[in-house]
């Protein structure tokens, strides 16, 4: 079990441009979380998906904001035409939702700077 | 709307002082969670509460959930250099892992 392993960890772009960032869960846990989280600030929820399906997608999640899950394993994330206000670091959590109080374990997080 | 306040929002304290975090939220919720971020880190979890009057402990680090007054505590015994951190608390919203994040307790512990 390597945990949830996030790519890639850092992103500086140019605003305008698209940007994807990848997440790889604990391999036998159903349930895929994004946050975002800016300087300062605790995270703050954006989608979930258990296994393929996408649950819940957050009012911050503008139509610019996509998330697949297409086989319940691996999870992208893409940002089209960023903003600088997009500037933050995007985390990714996972947890076996077949049990209640199970533990949630976040992957290292990627960056986004937009400039 | 679940929303969810810590306090102190920062806290500078010496090296074999006691105290505590405060973690309010403002509707039913069915489980606490109480995390460690290091700088430019990720999140660590520490604990997991899950129902009234639940109480765990780990090294110097003790969390505790009151449901009723929808309070939560993380207290700090005898602090040391190494727990200078950010620590957070978040509330489930709809027993589906979602979580709401309080803002933070940013702690320095000075040797």
């Known amino acids: 079990d390597t945990g949830v392993s996030q790519n890639p960890r850092h992103k500086i772009t140019k605003r305008g441009q698209n940007v994807t960032f990848r997440c790889d869960p604990i391999?036998?846990?159903?349930?895929l979380y994004w946050y975002r989280q800016t300087l300062g600030q605790g995270p703050e929820f954006l989608t979930y998906?258990?296994?393929?399906?996408?649950?819940?997608k957050s009012r911050l999640l503008s139509d610019r904001f996509s998330a697949e899950r297409p086989k319940g394993s691996f999870s992208t994330l893409e940002i089209q035409r960023t903003e600088q206000g997009d500037s933050a670091m995007y985390l990714c959590a996972s947890v076996d939702g077949g049990h209640s109080g199970n533990t949630i374990y976040f992957g290292e997080g990627s960056w986004l700077t937009v400039v | 709307e679940l929303k969810v306040e810590q306090n102190p929002l920062f806290l500078s304290m010496q090296e074999g002082k006691n105290y505590t975090i405060y973690c309010n939220y403002s509707?039913?919720?069915?489980?606490l969670y109480w995390y460690r971020q290091d700088p430019g880190k990720s999140l660590e979890s520490l604990f997991v509460?899950?129902?009234n009057g639940a109480v765990k402990q780990e090294g110097r680090l003790m969390a505790s959930l009151d449901t009723k007054a929808r309070l939560s505590t993380l207290h700090i015994t005898a602090a040391v250099h190494d727990l200078s951190a950010t620590y957070f608390c978040?509330?489930?919203?709809?027993?589906?892992?979602?979580?709401?994040w309080g803002a933070g307790t940013k702690l320095i512990i000075k040797p």
């Open positions: 998906f258990q296994n393929e399906a996408q649950l819940e």
């Open positions: 978040a509330a489930e919203m709809d027993s589906n892992y979602q979580l709401i």
């Open positions: 509707t039913t919720s069915d489980r």
């Open positions: 391999s036998e846990h159903n349930r």
């Open positions: 509460l899950l129902s």
